[in-house]
């Protein structure tokens, strides 16, 4: 059967290609949903791309995720610096889980250093742009047991 990654996007993320072009670039969240079903189609695998402003919603597709997905590739934008209910949920999925963020957040400001999800994450992307993704998503295929 197909496997399936769900692909989780935070806060401000339906922003992206509209400001701030010089730290997260030009390209929208659509050309990132398109760049993440094309490595996932090479990986043989299904997607399921969503982003919300809103914590809970997040947590809400961690849950789905457990039993309707094999792995997650997640940016939890500013969430990723505060949020232990989302590192308490990713603890309850049993597959990969990759955390992934569009800058490289360890040469920016402090508070952006820390990161909940990573005391969770099998592996960490920063600072490759949206090309991150594409290696996200080849990267947490590759780690979903056979
Ligand atoms: O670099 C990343 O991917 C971040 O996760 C992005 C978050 C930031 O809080 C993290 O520290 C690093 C912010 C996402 C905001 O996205 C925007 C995109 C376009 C315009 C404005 C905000």
Known sequence: MTKTIYILNGPNLNLLGKR???IYGHATL?????LCASAAKDAGCDIVFCQSNHEGDLIDWIH?????ASGIVINP?????TSVAILDALNTF???VVEIHISQVHKRE???HHSYVSMRADGVL???GIDG???????VAKMIPA
Do not use: I, K, L, N
């Open 110 to 112: 402090a508070f952006r």
């Open 20 to 22: 701030q072009p010089d």
């Open 30 to 34: 659509e050309d990132v949903e398109a």
């Open 133 to 139: 993704y594409a290696m996200a998503v080849s990267q």
């Open 64 to 68: 789905e995720a457990r039993d309707a």
């Open 126 to 128: 920063a600072g490759f």
């Open 77 to 81: 934008a500013a969430f990723t610096h």
């Open 94 to 96: 049993d597959g990969p």
